[in-house]
DNA sequence: CATTTTTGTGTTGCCTAGCGAAACAGCCAT
DNA sequence: ATGGCTGTTTCGCTAGGCAACACAAAAATG
């Protein structure tokens, strides 16, 4: 690229070994916003790093301050304190303690209203879900791709379990899941490739091994219609899941239990067909 | 304490600003974000703006063209334009046909997931508000204060109602509800009549009318703990409800259930009690 | 069916608003 | 007080908002 140190966060610095910069400003398991737009003039960058302060909250990290934030991002302090002081006003974040610490309000439930109603979710799968969850002692999941994790927009616990922490809004990774295995082999092979493509540039290394174990869980959605993986996204949880093509674009199914719970055996010869039966009942009708 | 408000609305930057100005630019049934920060250095406008973009969205608007946010918005074309391709390009929107209709994605779902993980909704609260659905025949909710309407953090319709459409994220108006009406209850008297005042402004000529029902039910609250309202938010639509005080704020819990299924009495002699009941219960569980 | 009307989106010029580096102001702790 | 923190203010320079224009496609009209 070009010399100019101009904008695009703090991604692509590291000209000299600067001392108290943090290297790399990647939240959790995400790739920043980064260069990719940084010469389309029709991106508003001020939106983008506002909604980059919303994403930086998470389960264990539920109030952060200006600094924090600023660490986490990339972004100078003086911008996260406008963005944090602009969120506030609006009420999506609010002050917790003296020391300044901004947490999400429950303004930011709003937001998500629209997608929930406009795919159905409550109206024709949550019932089915909770069902099959509470006949298999299973977690019950229905979730979509974001970047490169799957989120859930529905999430049915059976009623007993509750070591697995899941819900509305929550994300697995893609390629270590059983549903981000499923979701892409629900899709066209031109995204599948390029979603791939960008799976193996962000696990680096490691997806020497990850990969094939990716292609597997494909194959075995092709085979027989759902796939499975045993503790690769977290110890001891064991995953069914198949893809579940809507109106909307591809989503996908997902059950799980805790290893203790469930067999290998039960998950693929009867969680396994129920989850496609169960997909193929609600592809029609969900989304528009 | 919040500032004066003591501005009614538009003014955006330009101060000789004399042309025609498209009309008002208010969403449904939510006051705009005007003038409030019109001489706010460190408000960002183009985050604040980016995100009544995301909120221009609803149930019956699952698909809006730019045109149409401009016109809801008040916002010029280009400007919308900017904001939409810069959400479409971080994933939070898509465009659905060829018209450049866009819609909202899974994506804006992840940003509502760490309030609902700092609330600890899943964990405490799901299950006893579903029992007392699966008991009453009533909807149960849990709601927060957004603006000037209540917000669901969670829903939990029984499972044979099909005719109440709400779930989390969805908002009811604060002064016909019997949540927003129990919710004022549960605040300190400052903030309430904060709130009251900006309530009488937006409802002007029909709060003559508004203002006394809304005193009665908290003053129902006061008396008995819970308070009830009839057809006044939805016609047809019984609906008690309890403030629900927590580590992170007040909160209010209400159970509601269509006319022709639950009569008042009940309401009254069963619900509200029981609602109180759970409300106790929940109210150190909820929250940090 | 071609043409005009309507509706709606994407580009320019200009000027305001906001980003970022460095300096400035609070807070605690020792 | 003196550092070592962290969050908030100057000020230059650049990105972005607004108005007007240009343009594409559906709808209306003959």
Redesign the interface.
């Known amino acids: 690229m070009k010399g100019k140190p101009g904008r695009a966060l703090a991604v692509m610095s590291g000209r000299e070994d600067s001392t108290s910069r943090s290297a790399v400003p990647l939240l959790d398991d995400e790739e920043g916003?980064g260069a990719?737009?940084a010469e389309?003039r029709?991106?508003?960058w001020?939106?983008?790093?506002?909604?980059e302060i919303?994403?930086a909250?998470?389960?264990e990290?539920?109030a952060l301050s200006v600094g924090r934030l600023s660490a986490m991002t990339g972004m100078a302090k003086p911008t996260v304190?406008?963005?944090t002081?602009?969120?506030a006003?609006?009420?999506?974040l609010r002050v917790v303690d003296k020391r300044g610490h901004y947490?999400?309000?429950?303004?930011?439930?709003?937001?998500?209203?629209?997608?929930?109603?406009?795919?159905k979710?409550?109206?024709v799968a949550t019932?089915p879900m909770r069902e099959l969850a509470e006949a298999t002692g299973c977690l019950v999941g229905l979730?979509?791709?974001?970047?490169l994790s799957m989120?859930?927009?529905e999430c049915t616990?059976p009623?007993w379990l509750?070591t697995l922490?899941l819900?509305?809004?929550?994300?697995v990774p893609m390629a270590t899941s059983a549903l981000g295995r499923a979701f892409l082999a629900g899709l066209g092979e031109a995204e599948r490739d390029y979603l791939l493509g960008r799976l193996a540039l962000r696990h680096g290394a490691e997806w020497e091994a990850l990969g094939p174990r990716v292609a597997d869980g494909i194959e075995q959605v092709r085979a027989r219609g759902f796939c499975i993986v045993d503790g690769e996204w977290q110890r001891d949880v064991r995953t069914a899941a198949c893809p579940l093509i809507t109106a909307?674009g591809v989503m996908g199914l997902m059950a799980g239990a805790p290893g203790y719970t469930i067999t290998n055996e039960i998950l693929e010869n009867e969680v396994g067909p129920r989850l496609v039966e169960l997909a193929a009942k609600l592809s029609p009708l969900i989304g528009?």
């Open positions: 916003i990719a737009h389309d029709r991106f508003v001020a939106l983008a790093r506002g909604l919303l994403r909250f998470g389960p990290r539920t304190s406008r963005l002081h602009t969120l006003a609006l009420g999506y947490a999400p309000t429950p303004a930011v439930l709003t937001l998500g209203y629209p997608v929930l109603s406009a795919l979710v409550q109206d019932a979730g979509a791709r974001d970047r989120v859930f927009a616990p009623s509750v922490r819900g509305t809004g929550s994300r909307d528009s």
